[in-house]
């Protein structure tokens, strides 16, 4: 029985390690990962229509990891199976390697309850940002600016207003 936190882990907070498998079974490792830099992630649902939403938008993150020059992972946590997912991630043209949480194992230790969730987590496993249960335009923009700030690179947007996104629950 999976037993659920009564609120997703917020800034400040230590995140949980955990190992999960790519959708063609490559094993991915938080704790590999911030030993390089930092480690971005959204754990999301294919069923979930705000989750949905938010992919094309989280690729717009595919940059600052390419001018991170490896100081930066960014990953996506879905939880559902290779088979579901797969046209869902095609569909969204996501790059980033999408690991499975089927079980939602990962999530429950995250305390997520709702999706989408993005979350930035520093070397010593520190969350630094966090969005929860929802896409913020403001709240994505400032993940983006507080990773770029940790890398030394100059900010970016990845929600502008042309985009007409203000607040989409999930």
Request: hydrophobic content about 45%; overall charge negative.
């Amino acid at each position: 029985m999976t037993i659920w936190p009564d609120e997703p882990l917020a800034p400040g907070a230590f995140a949980p390690d955990f190992t999960l498998p790519d959708m063609m079974g490559k094993e991915y490792s938080s704790a590999s990962a911030r030993a390089d830099g930092l480690l971005l992630l959204l754990l999301y649902k294919t069923g979930c229509g705000s989750s949905r939403f938010s992919l094309p938008f989280y690729q717009r993150f595919a940059p600052l990891c390419d001018a991170s020059r490896g100081r930066l992972a960014v990953w996506a946590i879905v939880q559902d199976t290779a088979e579901i997912a797969a046209p869902v991630v095609a569909d969204a043209g996501l790059t980033c390697p999408v690991l499975l949480d089927p079980d939602c194992t990962t999530t429950a230790a995250w305390g997520i309850q709702r999706v989408p969730n993005l979350y930035l987590v520093a070397p010593d496993s520190t969350i630094l940002a966090a969005v929860t249960g929802h896409l913020s335009g403001d709240g994505w923009n400032e993940v983006a600016r507080k990773a770029s700030e940790f890398l030394g690179l100059d900010s970016m947007a990845v929600v502008s207003p042309a985009d007409g996104v203000v607040f989409k629950p999930g």
